[in-house]
Each structure stands twice: as structure tokens, then as C-alpha cells.
């Protein structure tokens, strides 16, 4: 999905994993995408892929996490996004 090439695009650029502060625009964008698929996730039956996507959306609005914190939580969306659908 976009929020998931989203997720990637932020952790290949570095500043997910930088301390606070982050990038405000780039926190402020990834988090409105991010809120999108924690909304969405579980009515598609990945209701881990929304909590996570739920966590790293709390993480950028508070503002006061950075560094390894929040690339943990890109890192679980998108190893989540990865796993294959049940059959």
C-alpha cells in the first residue's frame, strides 16, 4: 500500500531513526497516512498491522520519541505487511 511505501520511504531516509525532534512536515505527512491505515487495517482483516501503524502515528504526534523507538515501529508495520495472507 502507499502508507506502507510511506513507512519504508522514512525509514530508508534515516529520520525515523534520528532523536527527537523529527522533521515536522515529514512527521506531520507520514502521521496523516499513517492514521488512514490504523483506521483501515482491521476492517481488512490485519487488525496487527493497525496497532502497529497505531503506535508509530502516537510516536510521531507526540513529538517526543525519535531514534530507535519509532524505527521499531516502522520496522513492525512493515514486516507485518510482509507476511503472507492466510490462504
Known amino acids: 500500500t502507499d502508507a506502507v511505501a ?3 520511504t522514512a525509514l ?3 529520520w525515523l531513526a534520528q ?4 522533521p515536522h512536515s515529514e512527521a506531520e505527512a507520514l502521521g496523516r497516512v499513517l492514521h488512514r491505515l490504523a483506521g483501515t ?3 481488512f ?6 496497532a502497529a501503524a497505531a503506535m508509530l502515528e502516537r510516536g510521531l504526534a507526540t513529538g517526543t520519541t525519535g531514534g530507535d ?3 521499531a515501529h ?4 512493515l514486516t507485518i505487511a510482509a507476511e ?3 490462504e
Open 45 to 50: 482483516g490485519e487488525p496487527a498491522l493497525g
Open 41 to 43: 487495517a482491521g476492517m
Open 84 to 86: 503472507p495472507e492466510p
Open 12 to 14: 530508508g531516509a534515516g
Open 19 to 22: 532523536p527527537a525532534p523529527l
Open 69 to 71: 523507538e519509532l524505527a
Open 74 to 77: 516502522a520496522k513492525a508495520i
Open 6 to 8: 510511506a513507512v519504508a
